[in-house]
């Protein structure tokens, strides 16, 4: 009888090597790197929230910080007028608070909200409606789904792919919706 064959030796891969720990360590240390462009303080805070929240995908975090700071100063659409700080960060947390699957959360859909938030705090309901981090009961007027259903309808007759997938994912015909 001859020796037996050794089994094939298998080369332990780094990743197999990394405990959940340094993946954790790993993962943080990008998502501050996807946002170090942004003012340290709440708009950073709330964009990072955003981020890992809503379980956006590393991939899709380039370009979020510089974004943002195109509508504070106004760029970025044709239409669109300088959003303040104060309203992004508002937008940004009622955009995580309106449950949306992260994988709808774009930078269009996060603009929608800010753009919201400004509109009303230019009205005079200040930062938040209700004092910082409180928000009214609502009485009437359109639910969270509704709203998210009539912005993506919107974007996607202007021209944005990703809303025209969302609508098309969720069988919404957003040529002859109104």
């Known amino acids: 009888m001859g020796a037996s064959p050794t089994p094939p030796v298998r080369l332990v891969q780094d990743a197999d090597r990394e405990s959940p720990a340094d993946r954790?360590?790993?993962?943080?240390?990008?998502?501050?790197?996807?946002?170090?462009?942004?003012?340290?303080?709440?708009?950073?805070?709330?964009?990072?929230?955003?981020?890992?929240?809503?379980?956006?995908?590393?991939?899709?975090?380039?370009?979020?910080?510089?974004?943002?700071?195109?509508?504070?100063?106004?760029?970025?659409?044709?239409?669109?007028?300088?959003?303040?700080?104060?309203?992004?960060?508002?937008?940004?947390?009622?955009?995580?608070?309106?449950?949306?699957?992260?994988?709808?959360?774009?930078?269009?859909?996060?603009?929608?909200f800010a753009e919201k938030a400004r509109a009303r705090m230019s009205e005079g309901e200040g930062p938040s409606g209700a004092g910082r981090g409180a928000h009214p009961p609502r009485t009437s007027g359109p639910t969270a789904k509704e709203s998210q259903l009539r912005d993506a309808i919107e974007y996607a007759r202007n021209g944005d792919e990703a809303a025209r997938a969302w609508c098309t994912e969720n069988a919404v015909d957003w040529e002859v919706a109104s």
């Open 24 to 112: 954790a360590a790993a993962y943080n240390t990008s998502l501050d790197e996807a946002v170090r462009r942004l003012p340290a303080g709440p708009l950073r805070a709330a964009v990072r929230r955003l981020l890992d929240e809503a379980r956006i995908a590393p991939a899709k975090w380039e370009g979020w910080a510089d974004r943002i700071l195109g509508w504070e100063q106004g760029l970025g659409t044709s239409r669109m007028r300088e959003v303040p700080r104060e309203a992004i960060v508002l937008g940004l947390e009622e955009l995580l608070l309106s449950n949306q699957p992260g994988q709808f959360i774009t930078p269009q859909i996060a603009l929608i």
